[in-house]
């Protein structure tokens, strides 16, 4: 792959099974959101009208890749704070719902397009692609992140965004997404690779191991862990075993990239054991657990944001 296009992402949010392989639903038959998770002392909690799937997290990735990169003259991103004057970001700010000395500090606000982030997810750019963005959008805007940390609590909405009157796209994170751009405690996720493994489950798992190991580094799962990590619990009977049938063939199609490779290995117990390495490039930056203890939430607290 000559673009890797790195995604810097907050590594609690990439761990996580916010966004799990869903069935295919009508509109209104999505289960509500509901997903608690400890990352190190932070305790995290997700709700939302709607569960989010693997497009959704697609979508976020190459909003949090925009806002990263410069892109030319028809996006940009900007800093956006509580005390921002403007129309625009003050209705950001707003629908950010920012509270608590860890959340509601300086974020980040992408201006795009429709089009541009259909192109980014892989998509065309036609009618019904901006539509499925566009609802997308919607689901992501209605989740509120709750964040606990000893005595220190927050909440925030995932992201915010609005259409300009020049009809831009204006999109906005929340400062946990925020900090992970600006590279205070961060993990690296591949867009390229994502759009090219072939199912769900693949880009679902692609996901949680690019926020686990290190460029260079190795892991090893059994495949009960894999599908928890995927889906958030263990099933039993026919669903499990489907389960494991499309873990194999998401690791099959992992080992298939150029910077992965997996095998298997007898356990202590005769079960399988995934054995999986993520390849080393030239830029391997992640924070380190020391910088991830020094800030309360894994969030810069002196404006490294502004």
């Known amino acids: ?7 810097k992402h907050d590594p609690a949010t990439g761990m996580s099974p916010l966004f799990r392989p869903l069935p295919a639903l009508k509109a209104g038959q999505r289960q509500k959101l509901d997903v608690r998770t400890q990352h190190g002392s932070v305790e995290l909690h997700w709700r ?74 892989g998509h065309d750019t036609g009618g019904a692609a901006i539509r499925q963005v566009k609802a997308m959008l919607k689901r992501l805007v209605e989740v509120t992140l709750w964040l606990r ?75 009960e862990s894999l599908e928890r990590m995927v889906w958030g619990i263990n099933a039993e009977g026919s669903t499990q075993r489907n389960r494991f049938a499309k873990l194999r063939s998401a690791l099959s199609a992992l080992g298939g990239l150029a910077g992965w490779d997996v095998s298997v290995t007898p356990g202590r117990d005769g079960k399988r054991v995934y054995r999986i390495r993520r390849g080393s490039s030239k830029r391997t930056d992640n924070a380190t657990s020391s910088e991830k203890r020094r800030q309360p939430f894994g969030i810069s607290t002196t404006g490294a944001l502004a």
């Open 1 to 7: 792959m000559s673009e890797r296009r790195i995604v």
């Open 48 to 121: 939302g009208p709607d569960a989010l799937g693997i497009p959704e997290e697609t979508l976020l990735l190459a909003i949090l890749e925009k806002l990263s990169n410069d892109h030319g003259l028809f996006e940009a991103s900007a800093i956006l704070a509580p005390s921002t004057g403007s129309d625009v970001g003050k209705a950001l700010w707003a629908g950010l719902a920012a509270s608590g000395s860890e959340l509601s500090g300086d974020t980040r606000v992408l201006f795009t397009s429709f089009a541009a982030l259909c192109r980014a997810c």
């Open 149 to 223: 940390q000893g005595r220190l609590e927050g909440s925030s909405r995932l992201i915010s965004w609005m259409v300009c009157e020049d009809g831009q796209v204006a999109v906005a994170v929340n400062r946990r997404l925020a900090a992970a751009i600006q590279g205070v405690h961060y993990c690296q996720v591949s867009l390229s690779e994502r759009l090219a493994l072939p199912t769900h489950t693949a880009q679902a798992l692609h996901a949680r191991l690019s926020a686990q190991i290190r460029e260079g580094r190795e892991l090893r799962f059994r495949v």
